[in-house]
């Protein structure tokens, strides 16, 4: 049985990258039979509750203050109407919904807003998610009491290539809101962005990062950067060959966070609009066992419900019913397997 771990070195991740191809996916799809249903991907929605505006210089990000964009900064959506679209994402299927706002950090004055929106999704039956920014640790209690399931804080590129995307923000500032979720007793989801110039080596210390907490997270978001026009990487990219990143490539970092994560679900994020269905098949046999629906992420377009329940059907793919495997083991207090 796969051993859990959280020692991985580098190299040994770097030898994943390395594997041929098909041996690779071989690895990856066998780890992700042992621990999850092969045919069922998780469904997600995600919807931004306050647009633009955030002071942070992300260079991916339309949402930036300093980015020429044209997103329209906006107020923090009204608690009924965030509810209406929470509803509408369990009409369509999704079972998770994911909520996020352009802020550096959450003001004590938004969080009774954010606390009743959470309460009032959960009491439809859906799992929550909020990416608001840094948490302090008075409001990851503060979102734990309310009963949200998961808090999403990307960690977005190898600690090494980080810096030259993000200035406003350190990894070590995103690593103490995982933490403080964590001590809060809120699932992690943290995952980042590969396509954004970076090299082989920044994508192994991407994984190795996630890989290597003191508990991996519940939910691994791999995106494709999407570059737009405006942004710091939008521009640097546009019109050169690393604006898109190579597919098997892309599968490739797919599969080490398989492998290396063995319980988490791994989200197939942003990005998946601009990809083949011959991509994003490799992807689910690569591990990746989560989506998002609708037509936008955020600012971001994304492939559609009818695309994907086309796609669906073609691979014989059904969306999960079931807890997450990390879930279910902490709801049980025990883990079946070695944690070393």
Same mark, same amino acid.
């Given at each position: 049985?796969?051993?859990?771990?959280?020692?991985?070195?580098?190299?040994?991740?770097? =030898?994943?990258?390395?594997?041929?191809?098909?041996? @690779?996916l071989?690895?990856?799809?066998?780890?992700?039979?042992?621990?999850?249903?092969?045919?069922?991907?998780?469904?997600?929605?995600?919807? !931004?509750?306050?647009?633009?505006?955030?002071?942070? &210089?992300?260079?991916?990000? !339309?949402?930036?203050v300093?980015?020429?964009?044209?997103?329209?900064?906006?107020?923090?959506?009204?608690?009924?109407?965030?509810?209406?679209?929470?509803?509408?994402?369990?009409d369509? *299927?999704?079972?998770?919904?994911?909520?996020?706002?352009?802020?550096?950090?959450?003001?004590d004055? &938004?969080?009774? +807003?954010?606390?009743?929106?959470?309460? #009032?999704?959960?009491?439809?039956?859906?799992?929550?998610?909020?990416?608001?920014?840094?948490?302090?640790? /008075?409001?990851?209690?503060?979102?734990?009491?309310? #009963?949200?399931?998961?808090?999403?804080?990307?960690?977005?590129?190898?600690p090494?290539?980080?810096?030259?995307?993000?200035?406003?923000?350190?990894?070590?500032?995103?690593? =103490?809101?995982?933490?403080?979720?964590?001590?809060? *007793?809120?699932? %992690?989801?943290?995952? #980042?962005?590969?396509?954004? *110039?970076?090299?082989?080596? =920044?994508?192994?210390?991407?994984?190795?990062? @996630?890989?290597?907490?003191?508990?991996?997270?519940? !939910?691994?978001?791999?995106?494709?950067? %999407?570059?737009?026009?405006?942004? %710091?990487?939008? &521009?640097?990219?546009? &019109?050169?060959?690393?604006?898109?990143?190579?597919?098997?490539e892309?599968?490739r970092?797919? +599969?080490?966070?398989?492998?290396?994560?063995?319980?988490?679900? %791994? /989200?197939?994020?942003?990005?998946?609009?601009?990809? !083949?269905?011959?991509?994003?098949?490799?992807?689910?046999? +690569?591990?990746?066992?989560?989506?998002?629906?609708?037509?936008?992420?955020?600012?971001?377009?994304?492939?559609? =419900?009818?695309?994907?329940?086309? @796609?669906?059907?073609?691979?014989?793919?059904?969306?999960?019913?079931?807890?997450?495997?990390?879930?279910?083991?902490?709801?049980?207090?025990?883990?079946?397997?070695?944690?070393?």
């Open positions: 049985m796969t051993q859990i771990r959280t020692d991985w070195t580098r190299e040994e991740i770097a =030898d994943l990258f390395d594997l041929p191809f098909t041996e @690779l071989f690895q990856a799809a066998t780890v992700h039979r042992e621990f999850h249903p092969p045919e069922q991907v998780q469904l997600c929605t995600l919807l !931004s509750i306050k647009t633009g505006g955030c002071p942070e &210089d992300c260079g991916y990000c !339309s949402q930036s300093k980015a020429d964009s044209g997103v329209e900064a906006t107020k923090l959506m009204d608690v009924q109407a965030v509810l209406q679209r929470a509803a509408q994402a369990k369509n *299927g999704s079972q998770r919904f994911c909520m996020g706002a352009a802020w550096r950090n959450p003001k004055r &938004d969080m009774p +807003a954010i606390v009743e929106i959470v309460k #009032g999704v959960r009491a439809m039956g859906l799992e929550t998610c909020m990416t608001l920014g840094m948490l302090t640790p /008075r409001q990851a209690d503060m979102l734990a009491e309310a #009963g949200l399931d998961y808090y999403n804080h990307n960690i977005d590129s190898s090494e290539y980080y810096e030259r995307v993000i200035t406003t923000r350190t990894m070590g500032e995103r690593l =103490d809101t995982l933490a403080n979720v964590r001590a809060a *007793g809120i699932n %992690v989801c943290s995952g #980042g962005i590969v396509g954004m *110039g970076e090299t082989r080596a =920044d994508r192994v210390g991407f994984i190795h990062t @996630l890989a290597t907490l003191p508990q991996h997270p519940e !939910s691994v978001p791999v995106n494709a950067l %999407v570059p737009v026009k405006g942004t %710091v990487l939008g &521009d640097m990219l546009a &019109d050169t060959p690393l604006a898109k990143i190579d597919d098997i892309f599968v970092t797919v +599969a080490a966070a398989r492998i290396t994560m063995p319980l988490s679900m %791994v /989200r197939l994020s942003a990005g998946r609009e601009s990809m !083949s269905e011959a991509t994003q098949a490799l992807c689910f046999l +690569a591990g990746a066992n989560s989506i998002f629906t609708g037509d936008k992420l955020l600012t971001a377009p994304n492939a559609g =419900d009818d695309s994907d329940a086309a @796609l669906f059907a073609k691979l014989g793919l059904t969306a999960l019913k079931g807890e997450e495997p990390l879930r279910a083991c902490a709801r049980a207090s025990k883990v079946s397997v070695t944690v070393e």
